[in-house]
C-alpha cells in the first residue's frame, strides 16, 4: 500500500485504481461501467472476448481494451460473463475490473444486461456505461464526446446517450438510473432495442465521427476485414 496524496492506495495485481485519481479530482462518479461477454461467440469459433487488438499490431484484446477505455472514465467495471467465466476471469481480474455472471446465458443478450444492470444499482451507482464485447473499443475522445453529451442530456430530462455513426446506431450506450429502471422493468421476452424504441423521446443520439462506434463483429470474416487508418487506431 502507498500513499497518494494523503489517499491509501492498494494496487490491484500491479495496477492502481483509477479511483484514486478521480477522488484527488473532486469527482465522486455515479457511472459504473459494464461489459455483455456472456456470448459463446458460436459463429466466430472462439470468444470474442480475447480476439486480439487491434489486429494489426496487437497490444490488447476486445475485452482488456474495453475494460481500460472505461477505466478512463470511472471506478468501477462490470463484466457479464456465462460459461466462458473461466476463460475471462483472469483477464477481468488482471486489468482490475470485476465479475458477475449470468446463471442462464442461454436466455439470451438481454438477460446478460438485466444481470449486469442489476449488479450497477447493488453497487449504488445510477448511470452506467454499457457496451459489448463483440464492439471495438470506441476512440477515447468518443468516449469523453459522449460523457459530455450524456450530461447535458440528463439535465434536460433525458434517460440516455447513443452514438451515431452514418445514420447506424452503435455503443457504448450511457444510461441513466430512469434508462435502468426501464431495462430491468421490462418482460424477460424483450430485448434493448424494444426498450430504446419505446422511449425514443428520452433518448438523446448523438453523431460521432468514430467507425469504431457502429462496428460489430460476429464472424472470422467481419474480424479479418477490420483494417483500420492509423488515426482511428486506439491511443497509446
Same mark, same amino acid.
Request: proline content about 8%.
Given at each position: 500500500?502507498?500513499?497518494?496524496?494523503?489517499? &491509501?492506495?492498494?494496487?490491484?495485481?500491479?495496477?492502481?485504481?483509477?479511483?484514486?485519481?478521480? @477522488?484527488?479530482?473532486?469527482?465522486?462518479?455515479?457511472?459504473?461501467?459494464?461489459?455483455?461477454? !456472456?456470448?459463446?461467440?458460436?459463429?466466430?469459433?472462439?470468444? =470474442?472476448?480475447?480476439?486480439?487488438?487491434?489486429?494489426?499490431?496487437?497490444?490488447?484484446?476486445?475485452?482488456? !481494451?474495453?475494460?481500460?477505455? #472505461? #477505466?478512463?472514465?470511472?471506478?468501477?467495471?462490470?463484466?457479464?460473463?456465462?460459461?466462458?467465466?473461466?476463460?475471462?476471469?483472469?483477464?477481468?481480474?488482471?486489468?482490475?475490473?470485476?465479475?458477475?455472471?449470468?446463471?442462464?446465458?442461454?436466455?439470451?443478450?438481454?438477460?446478460?444486461? $438485466?444481470?449486469?444492470?442489476?449488479?450497477?444499482?447493488?453497487?449504488? $451507482?445510477?448511470? !452506467?456505461?454499457?457496451?459489448?464485447?463483440? @464492439?471495438?473499443?470506441?476512440?477515447?475522445?468518443?468516449?469523453?464526446?459522449?460523457?459530455?453529451?450524456?450530461?447535458?442530456?440528463? %439535465?434536460?430530462? =433525458?434517460?440516455?446517450?447513443?452514438?451515431?455513426?452514418?445514420? =447506424?446506431?452503435?455503443?457504448?450506450?450511457?444510461? &441513466?438510473?430512469?434508462?435502468?429502471?426501464? #431495462?430491468?422493468?421490462?418482460?424477460?421476452? &424483450?430485448? !434493448?432495442?424494444?426498450?430504446?424504441?419505446?422511449?425514443?423521446?428520452?433518448?438523446?443520439?448523438? %453523431?460521432?465521427?468514430?467507425?469504431?462506434?457502429?462496428?460489430?463483429?460476429?464472424?472470422?470474416? *467481419?474480424? %479479418?476485414?477490420?483494417?483500420?487508418?492509423? *488515426?482511428?487506431?486506439?491511443?497509446?
Amino acid at each position: 500500500m502507498s500513499l497518494l496524496g494523503g489517499w &491509501a492506495v492498494t494496487p490491484v495485481l500491479g495496477r492502481v485504481p483509477p479511483v484514486c485519481y478521480r @477522488r484527488l479530482m473532486g469527482r465522486t462518479p455515479a457511472f459504473c461501467g459494464l461489459i455483455l461477454a !456472456a456470448g459463446e461467440s458460436s459463429r466466430m469459433g472462439r470468444d =470474442k472476448a480475447l480476439l486480439p487488438w487491434p489486429p494489426s499490431a496487437p497490444a490488447d484484446t476486445f475485452l482488456s !481494451a474495453a475494460i481500460s477505455l #472505461f #477505466f478512463s472514465h470511472v471506478d468501477v467495471v462490470l463484466v457479464v460473463t456465462g460459461k466462458n467465466e473461466a476463460a475471462l476471469a483472469p483477464v477481468v481480474y488482471a486489468n482490475g475490473a470485476s465479475l458477475v455472471v449470468n446463471p442462464d446465458p442461454a436466455r439470451g443478450q438481454f438477460s446478460s444486461l $438485466r444481470v449486469g444492470l442489476q449488479e450497477v444499482l447493488s453497487r449504488g $451507482r445510477d448511470a !452506467a456505461m454499457i457496451t459489448l464485447v463483440d @464492439r471495438p473499443p470506441v476512440r477515447a475522445e468518443t468516449l469523453a464526446a459522449l460523457e459530455s453529451a450524456f450530461e447535458r442530456a440528463t %439535465a434536460q430530462r =433525458k434517460w440516455a446517450v447513443i452514438p451515431e455513426y452514418q445514420g =447506424k446506431h452503435g455503443h457504448p450506450i450511457l444510461a &441513466a438510473r430512469e434508462m435502468i429502471e426501464a #431495462f430491468l422493468r421490462a418482460p424477460e421476452t &424483450a430485448n !434493448a432495442r424494444d426498450i430504446e424504441h419505446a422511449h425514443q423521446s428520452e433518448i438523446e443520439y448523438v %453523431a460521432v465521427d468514430d467507425p469504431l462506434a457502429a462496428i460489430n463483429v460476429d464472424t472470422p470474416e *467481419q474480424y %479479418a476485414a477490420l483494417s483500420l487508418p492509423s *488515426q482511428l487506431l486506439p491511443s497509446s
